[in-house]
């Protein structure tokens, strides 16, 4: 059931009771665009009040550079920071939007201290696979780049949920084949996934020949909710701001958490449940609403 919307105080007050019931240790502020919120630094700064592990934020960059002192003084050191093109041309071709803003923050963010990570969506004839243009794609680039700067790379593919289930079926690349894409010009070793984890992760190094590698080692993440599903390792759920929880992206509904008593919220068993990826038709489920 979908209810009102909450104000801050009341979501706040919403996920205090759940961080305490739940014996939740780690929250990631996500959207959508958090930054665009207008109260967005007075929840960080209620949030940096509770007893926690780990304190993050997922932004695309734009309006956060300004603002990254301030995450510091509330303790939320972990930032996501989505870059699906290195080409201006081609984050303009995804975004609309200039690319400096966001790799002007990704450079204070390092600078600063805070543990960036940042998120590339895999969009088949874009910034993977060869174009309309005939254009090599990014994938060496992006390996490059996160190496020379010290930032964990995640490669992500696309999911098909609200505005995507449009361009899926053309833009969708799959993680076999991303895999065949890197072994190209890397000796690839894979990893598990880590507990709780939604990434696996790839060891690269570079062939100098089919035969001989650079010694340097290299490592991408990869999030393949498709082609991979994680159901097993993963420990997230998601309030968003109307108080409806999921414990997964792809739950069509949620649970009404406000509608809830006292003893029903405290006693609520947080089941993750195994969700058929792909199955359902979730074109009303907007990301940005629930937290991607």
């Known amino acids: 059931m979908l209810g009102p919307s909450l104000q801050t105080p009341e979501l706040l007050k919403l996920v205090f009771k759940v961080v305490k019931y739940w014996g939740i240790k780690e929250i990631r502020v996500t959207g959508g665009e958090p930054t665009l919120r207008e109260d967005w630094l007075e929840i960080i700064a209620a949030l940096s009040t509770l007893p926690l592990k780990k304190l993050a934020i997922t932004s695309n960059g734009f309006f956060l550079e300004k603002e990254l002192v301030t995450l510091k003084k509330f303790n939320c050191n972990h930032i996501n920071i989505s870059l699906d093109g290195l080409q201006a041309d081609k984050f303009f071709k995804i975004t609309a939007m200039d690319s400096a803003p966001v790799l002007s923050c990704i450079r204070r963010a390092k600078e600063l201290g805070f543990v960036v990570k940042v998120n590339t969506v895999l969009l088949a004839g874009i910034n993977v696979g060869i174009n309309d243009n005939g254009d090599e794609d990014e994938i060496d680039d992006f390996i490059e780049w ?61 062939k100098r020949s089919d035969d001989d590698c650079d010694g340097r080692v290299y490592q991408v993440g990869i999030i393949a909710s498709r082609s991979r599903p994680f159901c097993a390792s993963c420990d997230r759920v998601r309030i968003d701001q109307n108080g409806i929880y999921r414990s997964c992206l792809m739950e069509k509904k949620g649970i009404y958490l406000p509608s809830l008593s006292e003893r029903e919220l405290s006693q609520l068993i947080v089941k993750k449940k195994k969700v058929n990826v792909g199955n359902d038709n979730l074109e009303s489920n907007h990301m940005y609403e629930i937290g991607g």
């Open 146 to 206: 996160g190496a020379k700067n010290q930032i964990e790379l995640r490669f992500l593919e696309l999911i098909e949920i609200g505005a995507a289930t449009k361009i899926f079926p053309t833009h969708h690349f799959g993680v076999e084949d991303l895999l065949q894409r890197i072994k190209i010009n890397w000796r690839v070793e894979e990893t598990v996934y880590p507990p709780t984890g939604t990434a696996f992760y790839l060891r690269l190094r570079k």
